[in-house]
């Protein structure tokens, strides 16, 4: 049994999706659904059971010689929620007795981190799981440091050589695109945002650089198709040697005008950018660049080559966006 916190959502969705098409089961969705389509994300899988999270821990209990491993997918992901109670009951203390319950049961956890821990850029981004170089990160927004809260608790255990789950791997998600993302409205990847101007042969808006360094639309971000960090996570399944925090990303930072062109493209349309002020409550901690450093997931023995920003850019047009059924 393979359950999977925040299931019906983006990321977790997607992960299902991969675990069913390699024949792994049964599965489990912990999740909210309230009364969205997020329930559509789901719609396609086969589940075993469907999980609120306030009954979680009694599900857990009940089937706990079952489990193979978690998935901890779920969060307050909002990085404009103002809420840092509820984000940290979520994010933090909520992981923390996730954590501590796969400790006990000895059940392998893999879980989403953040690129935002990273704030600025200013210390790099290099995935370093040690306390020392995680006390240097500065995470801009709430959400950011709620997930560098968790990942420095860890990292604590481990120098201290508390007992931990036979596999733990936290993953620190760039900026990651592709079906199953509707439900998140103004916080879903710019490819979703762009695709009705383009399709519409209407102008697309980007920010307007406010930074000497960058031109308008030239803001670089490191943007990784879900297909991608997929994969990676069943690669984790089948390696339960494989222990750390690593970086999730494609390792190569894009700018915004080549998102945007690639997303026209994919519509046989020629790139169509007009630029708006960056609005004024967050063009102070706006980052310019993101860009993972995969050295350490590489080292660990991942091979497979990650989608190109114009192949997978593509795939998500040809294949969701302009299809009748965007579900994956």
């Not at 706990?64 to 998935?71: D, G, L, S």
């Not at 998600?173 to 042969?201: C, L, R, T, W």
């Not at 950018?273 to 409550?281: R, W």
Request: proline share 5%; aromatic share 12%; net charge positive.
């Amino acid at each position: 049994m393979y359950f999977v916190t925040g299931g019906a959502g983006f990321i977790g969705s997607n992960v299902l999706a991969a675990l069913e098409q390699r024949g792994d089961g049964p599965l489990v969705v912990c999740d909210r659904l309230r009364s969205n389509e997020k329930w559509r994300n789901i719609a396609k899988r086969e589940l075993s059971d469907v999980v609120h999270p306030e009954q979680m821990f009694d599900f857990l209990e009940a089937n706990k010689t079952r489990i193979k491993a978690v998935f901890h997918m779920g969060a307050v992901s909002t990085t404009t929620e103002t809420n840092a109670d509820l984000i940290v009951a979520n994010n933090f203390n909520l992981s923390l007795a996730l954590f501590a319950w796969c400790t006990r049961n000895q059940v392998r956890i893999i879980y989403a981190s953040s690129a935002a821990t990273y704030g600025d850029g200013t210390h790099g981004f290099e995935d370093s799981g040690n306390t020392a170089a995680l006390s240097l990160l500065q995470p801009l927004n709430a959400y950011g440091w709620s997930k560098h809260l968790f990942d420095r608790r860890v990292a604590r255990k481990i120098e201290e050589k508390k007992p931990m789950p036979p596999q733990w791997a936290g993953l620190k998600f760039f900026n990651v695109y592709g079906p199953n993302e509707y439900h998140k409205g103004s916080q879903q990847s710019v490819v979703a945002q762009i695709y009705p101007h383009a399709d519409a042969g209407a102008p697309a808006h980007l920010f307007r650089s406010h930074h000497p360094d960058y031109p308008d639309g030239g803001q670089k971000r490191d943007f990784i198709w879900v297909g991608d960090v997929a994969d990676v996570m069943m690669w984790l399944l089948d390696h339960p040697e494989i222990n750390g925090l690593f970086n999730l990303g494609s390792g190569k930072a894009r700018t915004f005008v080549d998102l945007a062109s690639a997303v026209y493209r994919a519509v046989g349309k020629e790139p169509y950018i007009k630029f708006v002020d960056t609005p004024a409550n967050i063009r102070t901690n706006y980052q310019y660049f993101t860009e993972a450093k995969m050295d350490r997931l590489r080292a660990a023995g991942y091979t497979k080559p990650f989608t190109s920003l114009e192949e997978g850019v593509t795939a998500y047009v040809t294949r969701y966006l302009a299809s009748k059924d965007r579900y994956r």
